[in-house]
């Protein structure tokens, strides 16, 4: 029996479940393993059973017993609203209103691409999670005070409750009318609902997102009744499967704003997990730039689905409290993450109209995946362009694990791509292999450039299995000087789950006209306090492990855009010196995000949400760093020499391949290079030069 104790995350991800363990004395170990779409819980546990085995472990039920935390961060919330697969769901609202969701905002365009939004004559508005026949609606009426001027109708809701049961629907969302000011006509419904269908899963729009705007808070209390069903069905398999190999304590899963919940908070809450994975990466880079010294981090994400990009400043993560998921917007916050179909599996295509090279946005998946793995995939992919190219090596692929097929991607290449374009069949490689390229830098400088940020003044996190192959070409078109390469590169996501905390968030509407009332400012920020200190004492946090931060949703008074802005952390009551000093710093980030120059002072301000985060902190892992040395080489690291393909020559060059796991801390290499680690490749261009730091990242300095 292992004495070791050890901190498991693990992350599904779209083609491959990653696992990272850090140990009682600060040692990292990874695991890797192909998602299981079918059965995604087989996938997070054969993750675990390679990372064991890395360990020196005999199973994973050895490493499962010796958990002191295991996090998790799971797709199926994404994947259940990609593929329209959730529970029947109905929605109940107040009479005459039933329309509103379908109806949105009346914009066609929401969450389009501006060259999809050219085209209005083709749109339509997204198909809806619950169809009109299944929108039933109750006669009730609560003004925005919370005063009731109609009372519900019981004869008229039961009425509706005899209808949803007959329609044997899975789960409800019941969203009525400033619910947010009264919640007592939604409480009586459903209780209703409990009595007559116990079995349906039930979501209060008043629990789940307590913000005036009607139609957002009818789409977060629909995303919600759609797929917690199936959320909660498989955490609770997972739960019951780890608890039979000896987990000894409650499994923690990630939401999409940083944090992590226990699993009945989850089930409850189904929507803060949706896009959670990414969230994830982003706080382990976090994690790490606090570790290395570095507060200005582009945190980018190329997997095998995806290329994601998220910003974090000033050691701030940023984040989005009216996302748009499917076109809708929901009140649910989550880190900010723009994301593209540009992974390692985006497949290379010709426009039929314009002949013209296409990478993306569609992919292979991970079944059946690239040419090159030999799983049945036929479309050639950027993974099988970087094997064309040289820079993976077809014995050495996930630590050897898996076989590449090169000969299989040539022909794919060639066939699909370079002989209708009338091209050599590298020449087709290599424009696909700029074509992503192209793709993610241009999404960075959406995520910095379009909101007043230089690139310049960031450094690069790439991570993902097929980031390291691709990042310092990225950087180069955006002028990026240094790509941090984290030894934890393809499991990065799982990192962020071991380094996170336990993290509640709530929040009110209650519109005020600065100057505010005081006294109404606080007794709001007070009652939410109260649920937070409440349910962190109940996950077993006592006050000195409690961090609470408040904050208010401002705006210029007739303006659009809200902006979110905290108090410094603490529980003290607010006075008049606190509020003037943030009223100055929304001037100040208004100006930050929007431009110099575009606050409108003369309209005055007001407030219109106010936020509490509640943070349980749990004890993180202590990654050890090792000293490094000036005069350390590469030498005994190099494994041999084979020709790549690089944009400089335009040709195949001898290249050095050197061993990741023979490369010490303090050892510099000039490219062009290749290191080859168990969990990913990265390139060494020839004008870049790499560092090994003493957490064993690889430093890029790009044209050094």
């Not at 990292?28 to 059973?49: C, E, H, N, Q, Y």
């Amino acid at each position: 029996m292992s004495m070791m104790r050890y901190v498991l995350g693990v992350d599904i991800g779209g083609t491959f479940t990653d696992c990272v363990v850090v140990d009682e004395e600060g040692g990292v170990s990874l695991g890797k393993a192909l998602s299981t779409p079918d059965d995604f819980a087989i996938g997070a546990i054969d993750a675990v059973r390679d990372a064991a085995r890395n360990i020196g472990l005999p199973d994973e039920e050895e490493l499962i017993r010796s958990a002191r935390f295991f996090f998790h961060a799971c797709t199926i919330g994404d994947n259940t609203l990609i593929t329209r697969a959730g529970a029947k769901t109905a929605l109940v609202t107040t009479k005459g209103f039933g329309d509103a969701i379908l109806m949105m905002r009346g914009l066609v365009t929401q969450g389009l691409a501006p060259t999809e939004a050219a085209h209005i004559s083709a749109l339509s508005k997204p198909e809806p999670l619950v169809p009109r026949t299944l929108i039933e609606e109750v006669a009730e009426r609560v003004d925005y005070k919370g005063s009731i001027i109609f009372p519900l109708d019981l004869a008229q809701a039961e009425e509706v409750v005899r209808r949803l049961a007959a329609g044997k629907i899975d789960s409800v969302a019941i969203c009525l009318l400033w619910s947010v000011a009264n919640d007592h006509h939604e409480k009586v419904l459903a209780d209703l609902l409990r009595r007559k269908c116990p079995s349906v899963f039930l979501t209060l729009s008043s629990e789940i997102a307590p913000f005036a705007g009607e139609y957002e808070r009818a789409a977060t209390t629909v995303f919600n009744a759609y797929v917690a069903p199936r959320i909660s069905a498989y955490l609770q398999n997972l739960r019951k499967t780890l608890k039979e190999k000896g987990l000894p304590g409650e499994p923690l899963i990630m939401q999409a704003y940083g944090g992590v919940l226990g699993i009945e908070a989850t089930c409850k809450n189904a929507v803060g997990t949706i896009e959670s994975g990414p969230a994830a990466g982003v706080v382990g880079s976090a994690f790490l730039g606090d570790l290395i010294g570095k507060k200005n981090i582009l945190a980018t994400d190329m997997g095998g689905t995806t290329f994601k990009v998220s910003v974090i400043r000033d050691g701030v993560i940023e984040r989005e409290y009216r996302p748009v998921i499917l076109r809708h917007s929901i009140l649910s916050s989550k880190i900010w993450v723009e994301s593209i179909g540009a992974g390692g599996g985006s497949i290379a295509w010709i426009a039929p109209e314009t002949r013209l090279l296409k990478v993306g946005p569609h992919g292979a998946g991970a079944k059946p995946g690239p040419v090159c793995y030999g799983l049945g995939g036929f479309a050639p992919t950027v993974s099988d362009a970087d094997l064309v190219l040289g820079y993976l090596n077809e014995e050495y692929f996930l630590g050897g694990r898996l076989s590449l097929n090169k000969r299989a991607a040539l022909d794919a290449i060639r066939d699909k791509i370079a002989k209708p374009l009338g091209m050599e069949t590298v020449e087709a490689a290599n424009g696909i292999y700029r074509i992503a390229n192209s793709h993610m830098s241009d999404l960075i400088r959406k995520a910095t450039v379009e909101k007043g940020h230089d690139p310049r003044d960031f450094a690069l996190f790439a991570f993902g299995g097929a980031g390291p192959v691709h990042a310092s070409r990225y950087a180069a078109e955006l002028g990026i000087k240094e790509v941090v390469i984290p030894v934890t590169a393809s499991v990065h996501g799982a990192t962020g789950l071991i380094s996170s905390d336990v993290i509640y968030e709530y929040g009110q509407s209650d519109h005020m006209v600065i100057p505010a009332d005081l006294d109404r400012l606080n007794a709001n920020f007070s009652t939410l306090i109260g649920k937070a200190v409440a349910d962190l004492r109940l996950a077993g946090f006592m006050n000195s492990a409690v961090r609470i931060v408040r904050s208010l949703d401002m705006r210029y008074r007739y303006q659009v855009h809200e902006i979110s802005v905290p108090f410094p952390p603490g529980l003290s009551e607010i006075g008049p010196k606190d509020v003037e000093e943030l009223y100055s710093r929304f001037d100040e980030v208004y100006e930050t995000a929007y431009g110099k120059g575009s606050g409108y002072r003369e309209a005055g301000k007001e407030i219109l949400t106010f936020r509490v985060t509640a943070v349980g902190l749990l004890k993180k892992p202590q990654i050890k760093s090792a000293p490094t040395s000036a005069s350390a080489g590469p030498e005994n690291a190099l494994k041999g020499r084979r020709d790549v393909y690089f944009e400089e020559t335009r040709d195949f060059v001898p290249t050095r391949i050197y061993d990741f796991e023979r490369l010490v801390p303090g050892a510099a290499l000039s490219g062009p290079a290749i290191v080859e680690t168990p969990v990913t490749t990265i390139v060494v261009n020839p004008k870049d030069r790499a560092l090994v730091d003493g957490f064993r990242n690889v430093r890029l300095f790009v044209g050094a």
